[in-house]
């Protein structure tokens, strides 16, 4: 639990010790694991519904829970924070005293501010409502498109306004992370969407996936394509923010495309943003925030910079794999000489006919015991038989147990042939 005391320009946020903070720690562990197993023993059908990283969603959501319950992480994250934003005279992020906090105690700077959401108070300081939020949107297209590192729980306790229209944030427990490539990707998606172009779209999502099973991509951009005609003309007042990262991530599960974990903590961000802009000004135009973002992306992507250091990273990887060539073919030939090089070769796509013919060479099976039961019983009918074997009705009870017996795996077998049609 979090306590806030406002005291001689600082606030302190602590764990209060009397509530065992040990025990609050074992406690969260147990339910992760609990998560864990869950996801473990549902995995199969999890990834046959399209969650292909659901074990990377828990794993990062573990690590954000334990971030969220360590000061000391909120405190490099503050101050990381601050550094980025340190020439951004319309946002502020607030200090922290490292050398009086520690894991279960944080002082910061004291902020004056009044939510975002208060538009009355807002208002009262002769603030615009609507340059607030785009000032505010802007901050955090910022942070995901540009910076690669963003505030992941921007609900508005923690997205502040002060009386001179500066955005402040606080809480920096919850924070995400994009890979330059994967930023590059990720806004790739949303400068297609703008440039109503699918086919950049698709070629976007691809580069972000880590896996995918995208086969027929002309298919993938049609599908892309329909998301882009019904969301290139909406606004936050019709919800395109949350209809759009559900459809965008209906099209990842059915394309079975597995992303990194934190594009689900920046889809979390889009649907609370949505909510924010709704309170504040339900016409604002989300698009018109994202567009520009487009053109600093591509710009930066073919900068001299960028292209030197993509230069630069290749040759060093083209380097690395030719100096370790000799060694890698020395490791083969080594186990190949001593009988240890194993080929696994994987069947895809057989796993029908496997069923199919598994279930003719049973039937097969059945009808020639089926068979051989009645040809029994016809052999034992006109066989002479002793005055000591047993009938029924004149006829020998073995030839009787062998029609009995045929006859009852005939009507298994028939049972079988009619539900496999019934179920087809």
């Not at 186990?335 to 090089?341: C, M, S, V």
């Amino acid at each position: 639990e979090r306590v806030e005391h406002n005291q001689e320009n600082a606030d302190f946020i602590n764990f209060d010790p009397n509530r065992d903070s040990i025990a609050h720690k074992e406690k969260e562990e147990q339910d992760i694991a609990i998560i864990h197993d869950a996801v473990r023993r549902t995995n199969r059908y999890l990834k046959k519904q399209g969650i292909l990283n659901a074990q990377e969603i828990v794993d990062l959501f573990e690590r954000t829970m334990a971030r969220e319950l360590d000061f000391q992480t909120e405190a490099r994250n503050l101050e990381r924070f601050k550094k980025l934003f340190k020439d951004n005279k319309k946002i502020y992020i607030p200090s922290c005293y490292k050398e009086l906090s520690s894991e279960q105690v944080l002082i910061m700077e004291y902020i004056d501010a009044v939510k975002i959401t208060d538009v009355q108070q807002i208002k009262a300081w002769g603030l615009s409502v609507p340059k607030i939020l785009e000032t505010g949107m802007d901050l955090y297209l910022t942070m995901i498109f540009e910076k690669g590192i963003f505030h992941a729980d921007p609900h508005p306790g923690n997205v502040l306004v002060r009386s001179d229209g500066t955005i402040c944030l606080i809480d920096f427990g919850m924070v995400g992370k994009l890979m330059p490539k994967d930023k590059y990707a990720f806004a790739g998606v949303f400068i297609g969407l703008a440039k109503q172009d699918a086919r950049y779209m698709a070629n976007s999502l691809r580069k972000l996936a880590i896996e995918h099973e995208i086969h027929d991509m002309r298919q993938f951009e049609y599908d892309l394509d329909d998301v882009i005609e019904d969301f290139s003309d909406q606004d936050v007042s019709e919800g395109s923010l949350s209809d759009l990262t559900i459809r965008l991530q209906d099209v990842m599960f059915r394309y079975r495309i597995k992303a990194p974990g934190s594009v689900f903590l920046i889809f979390r961000c889009f649907v609370i943003l949505e909510g924010i802009g709704k309170q504040l000004h339900p016409n604002f135009n989300t698009y018109d925030a994202i567009k520009p973002y487009g053109a600093k992306i591509i710009k930066e992507q073919l900068s001299p910079a960028n292209l030197y250091r993509n230069l630069e990273g290749r040759f060093n990887e083209f380097s690395s794999m030719i100096s370790s060539f000799p060694n890698e073919v020395k490791v083969i030939m080594k186990k190949a000489r001593q009988g240890k090089l194993h080929f696994q070769v994987e069947h895809q796509g057989y796993g029908y006919l496997l069923k199919k013919m598994d279930s003719i060479t049973n039937r097969i099976v059945l009808s020639i015991i089926i068979s051989s039961l009645i040809v029994a019983s016809a052999i034992t009918m006109t066989m002479e038989m002793g005055p000591d074997l047993p009938t029924y009705k004149g006829l020998p009870q073995i030839s009787i147990t062998f029609l009995t017996i045929a006859g009852w795996i005939s009507l298994i077998l028939a049972y079988s042939v009619i539900r496999r049609r019934k179920y087809k």
